[in-house]
């Protein structure tokens, strides 16, 4: 039965063969998302999906249960999408696929895990990428490809509705799962993040370890009308990225993740081809900025699928005002 995600991709995906494989692997993580969602809310029969797996993944994050269904649901997805390549949070190596796939794809299987045993919305981010004959010469250059690069990029969130958020190189579009029609139906057409907020989001507890820079940012909201922005600000975190991306799609309102002093958060916590460079794919086809907190996060070059960075994202004009914060004198 189509949906109107099918027709999006038919009309949006149809230039040429890789175009439309890019298709049919959306069709397929899709599915992979169906199976994650029924596995979240069958979890309620008592498996503990929040449950620790012992194992640590490669960033040093301990795996819980989800982490690794949801991992194995989507490297089915990639297999049967004829991928190249599948790097994942949850694998220390790239997986080597097929030998002729024209993609690769990086993904965040399960993203917000610390919400998993808290009932809050989770979800899983993905980035793909191409493959040349140059990469399959080189397997290990196809994940140090800058986010420029990707042909398309998304997540679904695992919350109240089984969402889709997604891009394909013109704009940002929204798709909501819907058990009766059994497929993803289109809910918003190009969103544009409103370029201005009065709302950011950042772990507070995080602050004494921040750049003095973005210290100085965060006061500045903090002040309020009386202080320097003259207006009063609010704080939302919610401490899955998937949550706090969609939102601030919804509402505008930026997004810090800092690097900070701590050893091991020199590039803050969020890691670049699977988190931070499909975020920022999504929030720039919305009008909207993501950077470093000083260089635009898609021409940053990766040194490796793991690598981590500083993020900003979210309402244009305040992400451009952290950078120049970034830049002011001490
Ligand atoms: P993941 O569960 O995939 O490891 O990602 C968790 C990330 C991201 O979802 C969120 O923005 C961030 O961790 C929250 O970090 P803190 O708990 O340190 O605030
Ligand atoms: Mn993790
Ligand atoms: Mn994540
Ligand atoms: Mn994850």
Redesign the pocket.
């Known amino acids: 039965m189509s949906s109107s995600l099918d027709a999006y991709l038919r009309s949006a995906l149809d230039a040429d063969e890789g175009q439309r494989q890019i298709a049919e692997a959306i069709r397929h993580l899709c599915t992979a998302s169906i199976k994650v969602r029924n596995t979240i809310i069958e979890g309620g029969s008592g498996n503990d999906l929040g449950g620790q797996r012992g194992d640590s993944n490669s960033?040093g994050?301990i795996q819980k249960e989800l982490d690794v269904i949801a991992d194995k649901a989507f490297l089915q997805a990639a297999r049967d999408s004829s991928f190249a390549f599948f790097g994942s949070?949850e694998q220390d190596e790239a997986v080597t696929l097929s030998k002729d796939g024209l993609h690769a794809i990086a993904i965040?299987p399960?993203?917000?895990?610390?919400n998993i045993s808290t009932n809050v919305s989770i979800g899983t981010i993905f980035s793909i990428l191409p493959v040349t004959d140059a990469h399959r010469k080189n397997p290990k250059s196809v994940f140090e490809q800058k986010g420029a690069n990707q042909l398309a990029a998304g997540f679904f969130t695992y919350g109240p509705q089984l969402q889709l958020v997604l891009t394909v190189g013109n704009g940002t579009h929204v798709f909501l799962f819907s058990p009766k029609f059994g497929g993803f139906v289109e809910q918003a057409a190009s969103v544009m993040v409103a370029d201005r907020s009065r709302e950011f989001s950042a772990?507070m507890s995080n602050y004494r370890h921040w750049d003095v820079h973005i210290r100085n940012y965060i006061d500045d909201c903090l002040a309020g009308a009386e202080g320097p922005r003259e207006r009063d600000f609010g704080m939302r975190y919610v401490?899955?990225?998937?949550a706090?991306a969609y939102r601030i799609l919804q509402r505008g309102g930026v997004f810090l993740?800092p690097g900070d002093e701590r050893k091991g958060y020199q590039k803050g916590?969020?890691r670049l081809m699977y988190?931070a460079n499909p975020v920022a794919m999504l929030m720039e086809q919305a009008g909207g900025a993501a950077t470093d907190g000083a260089r635009r996060i898609l021409d940053i070059e990766p040194e490796s699928l793991h690598v981590r960075t500083p993020l900003v994202f979210g309402s244009k004009r305040e992400v451009e005002r952290i950078g120049r914060y970034m830049t002011d004198s001490d």
């Open positions: 960033d994050d949070e965040d399960l993203d917000g895990s610390s772990n401490g899955s990225l998937v706090d993740y916590r969020l988190e």
